[in-house]
């Protein structure tokens, strides 16, 4: 009888690489965002430009940690946070936008650098999130690049929202 292997999954081809174009993006769209629109809130019950901001660099540990932690111990289960909570709890709203941006990218890189250290099948391993489910570390590392791009469409509405308005 044949021995099976596992299947290793295939890592994302755009995930380093995009990992950092997200921050970079964020940064650039921030830099385009009138100073009088920075603390409105993008949609109703959505966080204002510079939340989003602090809330990215906030996040990005929390992220890396339940990584590390999907690493370390595989099956163990991921505890949620409430985003809105911590966003009051942290003081996302008086926060410097230009040091978070700067602390996100730095962050950010920081991920990535421990994400080029993981084997093949360390991609594999999974952690249970208690309210999404069973997630690969595959899983979780892509989902950086959809949160980034979530709040990258986000703040490109407040961009093209104001140049509308200039019509």
């Known amino acids: ?43 109703d019950g959505r966080f204002t430009p510079r939340e989003v901001v602090a809330h990215l660099a906030d996040w990005e540990p929390i992220l890396r940690a339940r990584m590390q932690q999907t690493k370390d111990q595989p099956g163990s289960t991921i505890v949620p946070y409430d985003e809105g909570q911590r966003a009051l709890d942290m003081d996302y709203a008086q926060k410097d936008w230009r040091v978070e941006i700067d602390r996100y990218i730095a962050l950010r890189a920081e991920t990535k650098k421990w994400l080029e250290t993981l084997t093949a099948e360390d991609w594999n391993l999974t952690a249970v999130h208690a309210e999404r489910g069973p997630q690969s570390l595959a899983d979780q590392a892509n989902l950086l690049l959809g949160h980034d791009l979530y709040h990258i469409e986000q703040l490109a509405d407040v961009i093209e929202r104001e140049i509308v308005g200039t019509w």
């Open 1 to 43: 009888m044949p021995t099976l292997v596992p299947t290793v999954k295939a890592m994302n081809p755009y995930l380093m690489p995009g990992l950092l174009a997200g921050p970079r993006g964020i940064r650039a769209l921030m830099s385009e965002i009138h100073s009088s629109k920075i603390d409105l809130p993008t949609h």
